[in-house]
């Protein structure tokens, strides 16, 4: 069964740090990885997804790579701001018996960004 | 820019009560999906739609639970009969392919 660890937990920085967060997998036979960020209360917005043949994927500050063969994937936010604030969750997607595409969800790191 | 929607936003239901969550998928998407969150706990997936039938369903989406497309453009999820421990936010979700999942802003039921 796929298992997905999200260190850290929480994370507490000051305006303009560059931050690595970490998601990490059990079973490497994976579709793709998603990475989300959630505001409180709110849903889940898609940030990266990474193709398990890729190795990495780039938006704005935002950069995520992926490591299948370690079963590690970094979320890297440059010049972190304030409104980056929120709970960023990685999601994977296996190939596995049968064909199964369902997700398996990390916890989620909590960021707080403060000015 | 297109998004996923769905109501009611909150939704409070006695033990045992049917409910009926609905959300309105990104127009040209083709899979669609519920997932639920208890406060505190791991997003879950709970069933994935596509071409009018399931294509996959967890544990979690037992016999009480059921989801239907009843017109081109609405997604629902049932729960027959509601249990204390289904309080959570449910949020669905849609994609084009089997690719990035674009989520809606979830649905927090309340069972009391």
């Known amino acids: 069964k796929q298992e997905v660890t999200q260190i850290p937990a929480a994370l507490s920085v000051p305006e303009g740090e560059n931050l690595v967060l970490n998601c990490s997998f059990t079973?490497?036979?994976?579709?793709?990885l998603q990475w989300f960020r959630q505001d409180p209360g709110k849903g889940l917005t898609s940030l990266l997804l990474?193709?398990?043949?890729?190795r990495e994927q780039t938006s704005g500050r935002l950069n995520a790579s992926l490591d299948k063969s370690s079963g590690r994937s970094t979320l890297y936010i440059a010049a972190s701001q304030p409104g980056d604030s929120a709970t960023y969750l990685c999601a994977v997607r296996p190939i596995g018996t049968g064909g199964s595409y369902i997700p398996t969800f990390g916890r989620g790191t909590s960021l707080i960004v403060h000015p | 820019e297109p998004e996923v929607t769905q109501t009611p936003s909150h939704q409070v239901t006695q033990m045992g009560q049917e409910v009926i969550l609905r959300c309105v998928p990104i127009?040209?998407?083709?899979?669609f999906y519920w997932y639920r969150q208890i406060l505190g706990q791991k997003v879950e997936f709970l069933v994935s739609f596509y071409n009018n039938e399931i294509s996959e369903k967890s544990e979690i989406f037992d016999d009480q639970f059921s989801v239907e497309r009843p017109d081109g453009s609405n997604f629902t999820l049932k729960i027959r009969s509601t249990k204390l421990e289904d309080s959570a936010m449910y949020f669905c979700a849609s994609s084009e392919h089997t690719d990035t999942q674009y989520f809606g802003p979830g649905t927090r039921l309340t069972v009391l």
């Open positions: 990474i193709q398990s043949s890729q």
């Open positions: 079973d490497s036979a994976i579709y793709n």
């Open positions: 127009s040209n998407h083709l899979y």
